[in-house]
């Protein structure tokens, strides 16, 4: 079982503060996407990176896979109380096996 | 609207007696899971289908059953539930090229005595 390691659990900021949620693994994996989940919903996708060293920019939010495509980082800039939530990111399989594998999450807070 | 939806939403229920989660998407999706959400143990996969008839094992399987009878559906069965289900149910769909993509349902909230 492919595991992917998110940190920090929780973090809560100030509006207009910058943050970085990071997400690990010794694992290898094809893709990775990034959800954002609200309390009482599931979860809405955010972003896929699929080469190793991409960056993508979504707004204030910025998205890199690492070069090995085993880690992935989660950049906000200027938080805002919008941006409250579950971030969580996972790993899509590089086998045969169609798995997705999630992260255990970050819970952002953004206070006004 | 293209959605997932699942029902019920909310259910109590007693060890032992069966029961089922319905799913049900409107996007022609051939892949759909399951996973289930525990705090600070992220979502973990029940089952997964790339299709009608096909379907396999995720993390957790153990004490669920599923089945893939038609493209939209795929039930969730707890044959015997105990309370160690008790827990957050998600599913989800996607296109088969971009199952990593996925579209979730609203979740359902198992609480088992």
């Known amino acids: 079982t492919q595991l992917l390691e998110q940190s920090p659990q929780f973090l809560s900021i100030q509006e207009g503060e910058n943050l970085t949620v990071y997400c690990n693994s010794s694992?290898?994996?094809?893709?990775l996407q990034w959800y954002r989940q609200e309390p009482g919903e599931g979860p809405v996708l955010l972003v896929t990176v699929v080469t190793g060293g991409e960056v993508k920019k979504l707004k204030r939010l910025t998205f890199q896979f690492g070069d090995a495509r085993k880690d992935s980082s989660l950049h906000i800039t200027a938080a805002q109380p919008g941006d409250t939530g579950l971030y969580l990111c996972a790993g899509a399989s590089s086998g045969s096996a169609r798995q997705l594998t999630f992260g255990s999450g970050t819970q952002l807070t953004v206070l006004p | 609207e293209a959605q997932v939806t699942q029902n019920p939403r909310y259910l109590i229920t007693v060890t032992g007696k069966k029961l089922t989660v319905t799913c049900s998407q409107n996007?022609?999706?051939?892949?759909m899971s399951w996973y289930r959400q525990d705090p600070g143990l992220g979502l973990r996969q029940i089952y997964y289908s790339m299709n009608v008839e096909v379907t396999d094992k995720g993390d957790v399987p153990e004490g669920y059953k599923v089945s893939r009878k038609e493209k939209r559906n795929f039930p969730l069965i707890l044959e015997s539930p105990s309370p160690n289900q008790t827990s957050l149910y998600f599913c989800?769909?996607?296109?088969?090229?971009?199952?990593?993509?996925?579209?979730f349902g609203p979740g359902t909230r198992l609480t088992v005595t």
């Open positions: 694992s290898v994996f094809s893709s």
């Open positions: 996007m022609n999706h051939e892949y």
């Open positions: 989800a769909s996607s296109p088969w090229d971009t199952y990593y993509e996925q579209y």
